[in-house]
Antibody
């Protein structure tokens, strides 16, 4: 069955960096686009970034453009999110999610990893 | 950016009753609209895509309708496990955006 397991969250100071990972199993990872979505404590869902199956195209929310970088290693079945210049408003649970088509719906989600930006 | 607006923010419904949730897009998204359910402490779960197609394993009591800018999620007879948060999301173009959510609570 499809499994997505995020890791790498934690507490980081403002202007710091963090790299999140999402280990995928149970499906042909290299054939699917992948997303990052975040949810601030007690708030709604915010889409963060998308990467195509072969890594050839990437899209970002304006709120993270220029600070966050999505990438993937298809040989390791792993998705990444490099987060730089972190701000308090980046505090959230970060979910990775699989896209069954191309830039469409998000059909499987991981359980999320919490990132807290605080001094 | 397309703004997705959900109403109401909270819906109080008795078990067995029908629930109707609304989602409006600030511009047409055709039928590129999905609905998700989220329970406390859990990741979201895909319910509906293409505005009206149920995802794998989703019970028939969940149905979606609409196109363009107006969409509806209907739960025909609420079960105890259906009390949760529901989000709509468009995928017509980038960036993807979600609505603010509707909480379905027990009346």
């Amino acid at each position: 069955q499809v499994q997505l397991v995020e890791s790498g969250g934690g507490v980081v100071q403002p202007e710091g960096s963090l790299r999140l990972s999402c280990a995928a199993s149970g499906f042909a990872f290299s054939s699917y686009g992948m997303h990052w979505v975040r949810q601030a404590p007690g708030k709604g869902l915010e889409w963060v970034a998308f990467i195509r199956s072969d890594g050839s195209k990437k899209y970002y929310a304006d709120s993270v453009k220029g600070r966050f970088t999505i990438s993937r290693d298809n040989s390791e079945n792993t998705l990444y999110l490099q987060m730089n210049s972190l701000r308090a408003e980046d505090t959230a649970v970060y979910y990775c999610a699989k896209d069954p088509t191309v830039g469409g719906t998000l059909d499987y989600w991981g359980q999320g990893t919490l990132v807290t930006v605080s001094s | 950016e397309i703004v997705m607006t959900q109403s109401p923010a909270t819906l109080s419904v008795s078990p067995g009753e029908r629930a109707t949730l609304s989602c409006r897009a600030s511009q047409s998204v055709s039928s590129k609209l999905a609905w998700y359910q989220q329970k406390p402490g859990q990741a979201p779960r895909l319910l509906i895509y293409g505005a009206s197609t149920r995802a794998t394993g989703i019970p028939a009591r969940f149905s979606g309708s609409g196109s363009g800018t107006e969409f509806t999620l209907t739960i025909s007879s609420l079960q105890s496990e259906d009390f949760a948060l529901y989000y709509c999301q468009h995928y017509n173009n980038w960036p993807l955006t979600f609505g603010g959510g509707t909480k379905v609570e027990i009346k």
